[in-house]
């Protein structure tokens, strides 16, 4: 007997790249036993980055964010999503954040931390999703060019 599945309903996640004056990268920990980056779920016909910067007002009070000229675009192919039956699509923003914001995110939760670019390069496995500290590093030493990066 056949069975039939409704259309598959795209997961839309806008990731966000906290990174301070002090080139540090906002984390938060607690959940799924590692580190990962704040991120946002969007509605079908929301713009990604209009929906990063509402989450950023509303959920860190950062009203008028300053977005990196590079960022992540992930889409999974049809035939990636045989487990799940859901395609996702993330953008994966980079944010910079004064001094004062980078306390106020360390200050919300003692599950948030900060960390160096040195920290990610030798922890790079603790967070989540893969490929953030390579993201971060590329951009923060100026090795990746500005505009859309592709991420696996």
């Known amino acids: 007997m056949a069975t039939s599945h409704p259309p598959s309903v795209d997961d839309r996640r806008a990731l966000l790249l906290l990174l301070d004056d002090q080139d540090r990268l906002m984390l938060c920990g607690g959940c799924c036993g590692g580190w990962t980056v704040p991120q946002t779920l969007l509605g079908a016909g929301a713009d990604f980055k209009d929906g990063a910067t509402q989450y950023l007002a509303e959920r860190f009070h950062i009203t008028n964010p300053h977005f990196g000229s590079l960022y992540g675009v992930r889409e999974t192919q049809e035939s990636d999503c045989w487990e799940h039956d859901q ?11 004064d001094g004062e914001e980078s306390d106020s995110f360390q200050a919300m939760s003692p599950s948030h931390t900060r960390w160096e670019i040195s920290e990610l390069r030798t922890r790079h496995r603790d967070v989540s999703p893969e490929g953030v500290a390579l993201l971060v590093s590329g951009y923060v030493e100026g090795w990746l060019p500005d505009g859309p990066i592709t991420l696996y």
């Open 87 to 97: 395609r996702t699509v993330s953008r994966v923003f980079i944010v910079r954040i």
